[in-house]
């Protein structure tokens, strides 16, 4: 998926260029955080796109994206929580891999667990704190076929 970025020059992207500068797939990503309807501004523009970069190149440790740990750890399709899922984590870890599951959300591979009144489920987690159950969407799967990352 970094191949998005592959020739985006981050610094030079602005509101008004974004559309000559951006691959169609970021384009379409970033539309509804732009004016009229969105609030996003050129440094908050190009703050995102650095995230993305970030959220869909190689982890160092494992020679995989963060999104795509998370994407194989929910694989099973199963609701469970970041903690349940990756239980010896460190907290900074657990951190990222939350921001990456909300983009993953925007994304439309996960959701988050809700009851009947639209409140979020939450189970208690190792460090004893409530944490949210995310729910594993079929476009998930789909990403993980499409990158060869499913085995037949």
């Given at each position: 998926?970094?191949?998005?970025?592959?020739?985006?020059?981050?610094?030079?992207?602005?509101?008004?260029?974004?559309?000559?500068?951006?691959?169609?797939?970021?384009?379409k990503q970033?539309?509804?955080?732009?004016?009229?309807?969105?609030?996003?501004?050129?440094?908050?523009?190009?703050?995102?796109?650095?995230?993305?970069?970030?959220?869909?190149?190689e982890?160092?440790?494992?020679?995989?994206?963060?999104?795509?740990?998370?994407?194989?750890?929910?694989?099973s399709?199963?609701?469970?929580?970041i903690?349940?899922?990756?239980?010896?984590?460190?907290?900074?870890?657990?951190?990222?891999?939350?921001?990456?599951?909300?983009?993953?959300i925007?994304?439309?591979?996960?959701?988050?667990?809700?009851?009947?009144?639209?409140?979020?489920?939450?189970?208690?987690?190792?460090?004893?704190?409530?944490?949210?159950?995310?729910?594993?969407?079929?476009?998930?799967?789909?990403?993980?076929?499409?990158?060869?990352?499913?085995?037949?």
């Amino acid at each position: 998926m970094a191949h998005r970025f592959k020739d985006v020059n981050i610094p030079m992207i602005t509101i008004n260029n974004h559309i000559d500068l951006l691959p169609e797939s970021l384009q379409k990503q970033v539309e509804i955080f732009l004016p009229p309807h969105g609030s996003f501004d050129d440094s908050c523009l190009r703050r995102y796109l650095e995230n993305l970069k970030n959220y869909e190149e190689e982890d160092a440790h494992s020679n995989m994206t963060l999104a795509n740990r998370l994407r194989l750890a929910f694989k099973s399709m199963d609701c469970d929580t970041i903690c349940g899922k990756f239980p010896q984590a460190e907290l900074p870890l657990k951190r990222r891999l939350r921001c990456v599951a909300e983009y993953l959300i925007r994304s439309g591979e996960f959701d988050k667990v809700r009851d009947e009144e639209g409140k979020l489920v939450k189970r208690r987690g190792i460090l004893g704190k409530m944490v949210v159950l995310y729910q594993p969407m079929p476009k998930l799967l789909e990403s993980l076929a499409r990158q060869g990352l499913l085995e037949k």
